[in-house]
């Protein structure tokens, strides 16, 4: 079965420590990024890469890192950096130029 | 720019009423658009998208014309049941801009039986 997998599901952590989100695709697709969603609010954009050892910052960067050493991978450190980081975390990938974006389950960060 | 606007939820509807999510956009280009929907806890999951004017996307009973003379992207079900009950998400992306995709920011939908 093609798809993307992010674990884990549920994470939580203490304040002040770093924390990493993993994302894996196994549709060969070049490209993919990492969402933060709030309650009711709509994707915000951290991170994309569209392919292996390059990504970009998206709008909300600051305070997150993230590293693309496999096409197949994509993981997301959550740094103590970040000032607010509870929320809904979701992965998505697509083909290279391709115009469709594919969403992992998503995996919700409490910091406590 | 470019962005999505969609219409403010929630929304709450009787099984087999019929619904409509309005969404607009502004892109510099010719955007694909999109409709997510994402069930509670969960991912987003594409319903359908349409990729150039007039163009219509359909799946699961749901419907959406591409209007560029309106900058519309219309969700519409004829008969909504209790398991469509989710937020919807209209979305935009341009080749012009990197294929980077722009999200309205949801319209939540319950159906009640």
């Known amino acids: 079965d093609g798809g993307i997998t ?76 970040q000032k607010n980081p509870t929320a809904f975390y979701l992965c998505a990938s697509s083909l290279a130029g391709g115009d469709t974006q594919y969403f992992g ?6 910091v406590l | 720019g470019n962005s999505v606007t969609q219409m403010e ?32 806890g969960e991912g987003l999951q594409l319903l359908l998208k349409a990729t150039k004017a007039d163009d219509k996307g359909s799946n699961k009973g749901f419907e959406a014309t591409y209007r560029k003379e309106t900058t519309s992207f219309h969700l519409e079900k004829g008969s909504v049941q209790v398991s469509d009950s989710a937020v919807y998400f209209c979305a935009l992306s341009e080749s012009f801009a990197g294929n980077q995709f722009y999200f309205g920011t949801g319209t939540s939908l319950t159906v009640i039986p």
Request: charge should be neutral.
């Open chain 1, 6 to 81: 992010q674990s884990p599901k549920y994470l939580f952590r203490k304040e002040g420590q770093n924390v990493t989100l993993s994302c894996e695709q196994n549709l060969n697709h070049d490209a993919m990024y990492w969402y933060r969603q709030d309650p009711g609010q709509g994707l915000r954009l951290i991170y994309y890469s569209q392919i292996v050892n390059d990504f970009q910052k998206g709008d909300i960067a600051e305070g997150y890192s993230v590293s693309r050493e496999k096409k197949e991978s994509f993981p997301l450190t959550v740094t103590s950096a």
């Open chain 1, 105 to 110: 389950p998503g995996t919700r960060l409490t």
């Open chain 2, 9 to 40: 939820g929630p929304v709450t509807l009787s099984e087999e009423a019929f619904l409509t999510i309005n969404c607009t956009y502004t892109a510099t280009g010719y955007p694909s658009l999109f409709w997510y929907v994402q069930y509670p």
